[in-house]
């Protein structure tokens, strides 16, 4: 039997011979580290100098064609206009390049990169929207999982598992379509605190009974006493 951690994967994979013979068990988020924590939001706000006057849109990446970051950027140029108080927060692996495409679109004092970063639960909190903005090449995006599970409203490109992750059309966006990603994030920004607070909510909710690492663990025992017990009648 084949295990895929995606219904992704799935997709790309399906081969008939195989129908019967494959199961999809997706990667768990641990949602008692991956929690909203307005601690850790004003931490990483004051070390950013950037009070709650801003709204910061955020992605946690690795600077890869498939993460598409001049998506990310396009689209920030585009929801900017006639709203000076957008931030952008790029957490990544390579800032020079990322620092490169940010000044070519004349877009530097509204990007903050931030590099070696490997606790990204203390990260999420300090966002007003978590995204991704991948072209291609997703399985089940942990970034998107785990800033959902931390209470933060989330979009992503219809790439990989995001769409069934996430579970609301509206936040999706085509790959490769700025407008589109932006339009996604200007639907949020346009809600009321009250209402940003209850799509977090419910979207970690949506992590919790769908996608939490007790679930995957569940899946696995399951998967492994069925051969157990088929190994034990043999």
Known sequence: EIIFNSLNAIRNNDNSRYKSKY???QNGIDTKIFINSEVLRNQYRNKWALDESFFIIGMVARFDPKKDHKNFIKASKIILKNRGNIRFVLITNYKKELESIINSYGMKKYFIIETNI???NKIYPAFDINTLSSAFGEGFPNAIAEGMSCGIPSTATDTGDSKEII???KLI???RDPAELASCWISIYEKNFEERIKIGLEQRN???N???KEIMLK???KLYFKYHQLNNNE
Request: hydrophobic share 25%.
């Open 219 to 221: 899946k696995s025992e």
């Open 23 to 25: 199961s999809v068990i």
């Open 210 to 212: 769908n996608y939490s």
């Open 118 to 120: 490997t606790e990204t």
């Open 167 to 169: 579970g609301d059309i």
């Open 206 to 208: 949506r992590i919790i």
């Open 173 to 175: 966006s085509k790959p």
